[in-house]
């Protein structure tokens, strides 16, 4: 291509910025996104995402002059999905609107189906998980299993949070003792609080105290109320709903993954609650080692291609007939095992 036909096409660009200025000056100001052009942007600028809802992120700047300004930004088409807690480069437009246009390297992604079972990015750059159950809604071990299966999939450290201790009955609850020794006994952190009455929350704010972390769990066990307490008075508090009255269920109060500050250092991001998930993103090897407490077993049964049901010579049998393997764990492996087979 010749240098004189390249110079015709800036100049084409150039007047076709001028004129899209002028009629912005003549209008007033403009808020549509199609006239955002290459030109009017400012220089990228490192920012943080705090929310994506729909097509739209919310970023705050990370630069030195503008640090914790929040900004609406679309991202450009050709970048993969971004998620809560992703670092980007942006550029601000002059309409108030600005345009991720580039991705940094993140060094965890947390992904799960959403209600269409598509495979989502929910939270990104984080090193905890906090999978929060409560008396209420009832708490169902396999999803623990599944949110822990995940966390080890991805390296991240497991936190398990009983909420509501101020409305724990030992002889209503006594099944959640019982599952949260099973945890305690494989080693997992589990930390007892009540985001109402204040019991515990030091030791989590002490856990969580310089990391990233996720809250999530099913629907109205108070991840949105843990992180308001955490946080203490701010003015910007994350939306609490209360449970529904006829069957105790949460009442899904949190559309969108959202990233808070904690005062000193440390990030929380709260996610929306769901009741089930799949896993079908894994295979069965992995979901294997998912479950930390199966390892010393791996490859130690007397049949290569042990299902773990009732061959002979099955380590894992054999373990949970010495008791040094709760029966329950079994139990929820097979759960999910039988999930990937019929894609739930
Ligand atoms: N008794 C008691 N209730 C609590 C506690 N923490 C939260 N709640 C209540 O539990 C209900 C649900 O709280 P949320 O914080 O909205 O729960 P969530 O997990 O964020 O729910 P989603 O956003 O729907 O996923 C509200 O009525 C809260 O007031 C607690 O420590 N004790
Ligand atoms: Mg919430
Ligand atoms: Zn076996």
């Given amino acids: 291509m010749s240098k004189r036909r390249l110079s015709q096409q800036q100049r084409g660009r150039i007047d076709r910025?001028?004129?899209?200025?002028?009629?912005?000056?003549d209008k007033g100001s403009d808020n549509s996104r199609d006239d955002i052009d290459v030109e009017d942007l400012g220089p990228e600028q490192a920012g943080l995402v705090i929310c994506h809802y729909g097509q739209q992120l919310e970023i705050e700047s990370t630069a030195a002059d503008s640090a914790g300004q929040i900004y609406r930004c679309f991202q450009r088409t050709n970048l993969p999905p971004i998620a809560t807690g992703d670092r980007v480069i942006w550029q601000a437009g002059s309409n108030g609107q600005g345009v991720v246009v580039a991705l940094q390297e993140r060094y965890s992604l947390m992904s799960r189906p959403n209600q269409q079972s598509v495979l989502r990015p929910v939270a990104a750059n984080v090193s905890v998980v906090a999978i929060v159950i409560a008396p209420l809604p009832q708490p169902f071990s396999n999803l623990v299993d599944r949110y822990l299966v995940m966390a080890e999939h991805l390296g991240?450290?497991?936190?398990?949070?009983?909420?509501?201790?101020?409305?724990?009955?030992?002889?209503?609850?006594?099944?959640?003792t019982e599952m949260l020794a099973i945890y305690q006994d494989i080693g997992y952190p589990v930390i007892r609080v009540s985001s109402h009455s204040g019991a515990g929350m030091e030791a989590l704010m002490n856990f969580l105290a310089d990391q990233t972390v996720v809250f999530v769990g099913q629907s109205?066990?108070?991840?949105?109320?843990?992180?308001?307490?955490?946080?203490?008075?701010?003015?910007?508090?994350?939306?609490?709903?209360?449970?529904?009255?006829?069957?105790?269920?949460?009442?899904?109060?949190?559309?969108?993954?959202?990233?808070?500050?904690?005062?000193?250092?440390?990030d929380l991001i709260d996610s929306p609650g769901i009741r089930e998930f799949g896993l079908w993103h894994m295979d069965a090897g992995q979901i294997f080692e998912g479950f930390v407490d199966f390892r010393p077993y791996t490859g130690a049964c007397r049949f290569r291609d042990c299902s773990h049901q009732s061959e002979p010579g099955c380590a894992l049998q054999a373990a949970v007939a010495e008791k040094k393997l709760h029966p329950q764990r079994l139990k929820s492996y097979f759960m999910l095992l039988s999930s990937l087979e019929d894609g739930t």
């Fill in 156 to 176: 991240l450290k497991p936190l398990i949070v009983l909420n509501k201790s101020d409305i724990f009955d030992p002889e209503r609850d006594a099944a959640i």
């Fill in 220 to 266: 109205g066990v108070g991840k949105s109320s843990l992180i308001n307490a955490l946080r203490g008075p701010s003015g910007d508090e994350a939306a609490v709903g209360n449970l529904s009255t006829a069957r105790d269920k949460g009442t899904h109060t949190t559309t969108a993954a959202r990233l808070y500050h904690l005062p000193g250092s440390g």
């Fill in 17 to 25: 910025n001028q004129q899209l200025r002028q009629a912005r000056l």
